[in-house]
């Protein structure tokens, strides 16, 4: 099964505290979880989730892979060591 979920922390969204689940390697065509966030959530919030929806978008369709952090993954998907 493969799916984009996005995730918002409740108390903390009002200052961007979201993030997005990836599962898999969906089609980023079918997934709602790439929609335009509602736009009853804070600014920061939407800010945050396009920003993700846009990175997450850009690996699954150019199949780039990216990390905040040294190292990578190896040929199977998994982390480096650190």
Known sequence: MTSINTR?????????????????RPDPADQPGLTAPDDDLP????????????????VLENGEQSHEH?????????DHDH
Do not use: K, Y
């Not at 040294?70 to 998994?78: A, I, L, Q, S, V």
């Open 70 to 78: 040294d190292g990578g993954h190896d040929d199977d998907g998994n």
């Open 43 to 58: 600014a920061e919030a939407v800010e945050q989730l396009e920003r993700f929806n846009d990175e997450v978008r850009a």
């Open 8 to 24: 918002a922390c409740t108390p903390h969204e009002d200052e961007g505290m979201v993030g997005s689940v990836v599962v898999g």
